[in-house]
């Protein structure tokens, strides 16, 4: 076990109340999350079934009644009747119901153990979609600015071409460009709606077309500790622990049936509604009763109960030291984008205000008449494709920290 931790930024602070954002966003999906309600009930039914494995330790009361009208009869009885009450109790059972009660718990917890994994993957889940939703929404926003800026720069080429000093190469380079542009916010506008719906979808299918979604600030980022022992105890690996628990109770539950079972029983029997059924059976009778019953051979089927569950056991051992390796493999893949994402970062703010100063520079010398067309065109592409690195750059961060709050459980 690694003896130490390691201290990184974690995010997503709300900003106004009014609107949506990311804290609201996550209280939205884990109060109307379709699959989480789904995964509540089965935890429900895991835990009904401990009731149900308990009903064996409890007596049964069976009560019965018959009647019989008989055409014809040597003893001259036409009618008779019955009725009873019975209560049994089984005494021992080679221990197989408790081991079955010991089972049911088992899965239960690990039922719990999931659905706690299930509502972590839920909360990351919805933080990657309201992030994707603000990247699109800038990505969008860019174009918008792009497109518009070729318009302009289109309209000051066409009547510098009308006037004669530019050629119409010139014109038609810009006009290409500004259609190209026009392409890309279509796309844009696209993207945003499906991000849009992806949001909506994970929050239980709220309606987020009149929704005020706020920005992610940076200046609301605090500290959080992750400790890396605490890989060691992640909810998926001790729900597979209690799976395992789980079937050997199982297998113990079905050694029991090589013990005898012993089963007590005490009836209460009123015999009589025939004008002479007193004479055939008596008015009533107590009958109290022990039987046993061993069950020495059934063609193997107990043995192959019990292999098939040692292996049931060996399956869940495996996949168990898998869920640890991919454990350990999602916080060096989280560890290391969190380190890419803010070395990005840093440099792609560094290149967006340089793009910006470059293309005013640029448009300064356009409207004085000292660069061509293409050179504004050349321009306006480095800053388009500077603010979308950027972007994607600053919610890398983002996305980064909400993986390593997933890794470490710490999204709730």
């Not at 089927?301 to 350990?328: A, C, F, G, P, T």
């Not at 640029?362 to 950027?390: C, I, R």
């Amino acid at each position: 076990m690694i003896k130490k931790s390691i201290f990184l930024l974690s995010a997503f602070v709300a900003i106004n109340a009014n609107a949506l954002n990311i804290d609201s966003a996550i209280n939205l999906a884990l109060q109307n999350n379709n699959e989480l309600k789904q995964k509540v009930y089965e935890h429900d039914e895991a835990k009904e079934n401990i009731e149900l494995n308990k009903s064996s330790f409890k007596p049964k009361l069976d009560l019965a009644y018959t009647y019989t009208d008989r055409s014809k009869v040597a003893s001259g009885l036409k009618r008779d009747s019955s009725a009873s009450a019975v209560v049994s109790y089984n005494l021992f059972n080679g221990f197989s119901d408790y081991n079955l009660v010991q089972s049911a718990k088992y899965s239960a917890n690990a039922t719990n153990l999931n659905l706690y994994a299930f509502k972590q993957d839920l909360v990351y889940n919805a933080k990657v979609a309201y992030i994707n939703f603000l990247d699109k929404r800038k990505n969008q926003k860019t174009y918008e600015v792009a497109y518009s800026l070729f318009s302009k720069q289109y309209e000051d080429s066409k009547n510098r071409y009308e006037q004669g000093l530019i050629a119409k190469n010139e014109l038609l380079d810009v006009q290409v460009k500004m259609l190209d542009a026009k392409q890309n916010l279509t796309r844009a506008n696209s993207d945003l709606q499906i991000a849009k719906y992806e949001l909506s979808n994970i929050l239980g299918g709220i309606d987020l077309e009149k929704e005020s979604i706020e920005e992610l600030n940076e200046k609301k980022i605090t500290f959080q500790e992750y400790k890396l022992e605490f890989l060691e105890n992640r909810s998926e690996i001790k729900a597979l622990k209690m799976s395992i628990d789980s079937l050997n109770s199982q297998l113990n539950s079905t050694k029991g049936e090589f013990l005898p079972s012993i089963d007590a029983s005490l009836s209460y029997n009123k015999y009589g509604d025939g004008p002479t059924a007193k004479d055939v059976e008596p008015d009533d009778q107590k009958v109290a009763q022990v039987s046993l019953k061993w069950n020495l051979y059934n063609g193997g089927s107990k043995y192959s109960k019990m292999d098939i569950n040692r292996l049931k056991v060996r399956q869940v051992k495996e996949q168990l030291e898998k869920i640890k390796l991919d454990i350990k493999l999602q916080y060096q893949i989280a560890k290391t984008d969190f380190e890419v994402s803010t070395e990005n970062f840093e440099s792609a703010k560094l290149a967006l205000e340089q793009a910006k100063e470059n293309y005013k520079i640029v448009s300064d010398k356009f409207d004085e008449g000292l660069v061509k067309s293409t050179d504004l065109t050349d321009a306006n592409y480095l800053l388009t494709n500077a603010k979308q690195k950027y972007y994607k750059a600053y919610y890398d961060k983002f996305l980064s920290l909400a993986k390593l709050d997933r890794v470490f459980e710490k999204g709730i």
